[in-house]
């Protein structure tokens, strides 16, 4: 099951069990990267169909809007909807997670703060495409670091997931929760089509969301345990299959805000002779979850970690491919080694 099939299915049980699904974006529809296909354009007549129209007998609504380019009215509207509809489960999705910048003043003085100032809870849900992957500093950052600054109180929830199976789980978790707290999700680029991205109908029947993946691949008996979230895990691991290691082990941080300490130090309590910790990300030195992240990870840990990633930039990401691929591969030669 890849993501755009995992994100139907997950759609599809919440509207089977009756909680209305609203989704708007620039290109919702189809989704940015041609992955959803939500509805269906016959080429000779120009009827549109909709699959999730036709779930089962008696299912809640399902609505699709490919928005104007206007992401701070799209975003307020749907802040709103989603306070006039709790009981179901509100979507905005940015074309890219870059374009969020456009909507900072709803982001700031309603979603992280419209409960604390007016005791309104919205259960809104973000998807914010993420990821350094060499599309130029206007099509790479969702600005997580701006999200982590704003999270106190447990009033937003900032997840990472790394697989479709933790997509799947996230989003039925969003709807069926006794509580409403906005969701922001760093979502996949490159993992949509990629091989090892993927999860099985098990995956998806069993089990729930979980705020760290272990490595159940890694040698307890590990010196180096290195952190992480997103797509550079699978960087990571190719890389030390590619040197037939068992170390470093590798630790993904699914869940960034609130943070899981206490599920962090049980994926912990298997590596009991770990020398080195590090965090590794794809972002600048002094954007991305680093400086969010430190504190919380020392606190588990009880030791000082070592950060590998880009230096520190005024630009989330260079406009030069040939500059991306070289940094990027000293990232992973860093943290694991280089090609054998």
């Not at 997950?10 to 992955?35: E, N």
């Not at 900032?158 to 697989?163: E, Q």
């Not at 989003?171 to 993992?191: I, Y």
């Amino acid at each position: 099951i890849d993501w755009a099939n995992a994100e139907a299915l997950a759609l599809a049980s919440l509207l089977a069990q009756g909680h209305p699904v609203r989704l708007s974006g620039q290109d919702s529809g189809r989704g940015t990267f041609s992955q959803r296909h939500s509805v269906l354009v016959d080429t000779q007549t120009g009827a549109a169909y909709t699959p999730l129209h036709h779930v089962t007998e008696g299912q809640a609504a399902f609505s699709v809007y490919d928005s104007p380019l206007s992401e701070a009215g799209a975003l307020g509207f749907e802040y709103g909807y989603s306070l006039a509809r709790p009981e179901g489960l509100t979507l905005w999705e940015a074309q890219f997670g870059d374009f969020a910048n456009n909507a900072q003043a709803v982001i700031d003085l309603f979603i992280a703060s419209g409960e604390a100032k007016w005791q309104r809870l919205s259960g809104l849900t973000l998807l914010l495409p993420h990821g350094m992957e060499g599309l130029g500093p206007e099509h790479s950052s969702a600005r997580l670091e701006r999200f982590l600054q704003l999270c106190a109180g447990e009033n937003l929830q900032v997840c990472h997931p790394t697989t479709p199976a933790q997509y799947f789980h996230l989003l039925r978790r969003q709807a069926l929760a006794g509580f409403r707290k906005p969701l922001v999700v760093m979502t996949p680029k490159s993992l949509l089509r990629l091989p090892a991205a993927v999860a099985t109908i098990e995956e998806l029947v069993k089990g729930s969301y979980r705020g760290v993946l272990d490595d159940p691949a890694a040698d307890p008996a590990a010196a180096s345990v290195l952190f992480c979230s997103g797509k550079i895990f699978y960087e990571l691991r190719q890389r030390r299959n590619e040197l037939q290691r068992t170390e470093p082990a590798i630790l993904r941080l699914e869940q960034l805000y609130p943070f899981p300490q206490s599920h962090l130090k049980f994926a912990l309590k298997r590596f009991k002779a770990v020398k080195q910790w590090a965090w590794v990300q794809d972002e600048a030195e002094n954007m991305g979850a680093w400086h969010f992240i430190r504190p919380r990870i020392e606190a588990a840990t009880g030791k000082p970690l070592t950060f590998i990633g880009r230096p520190e930039s005024s630009s989330p990401a260079t406009g030069f491919p040939h500059i991306h691929r070289r940094r990027q591969a000293e990232i992973i030669e860093r943290a694991v080694g280089p090609k054998p």
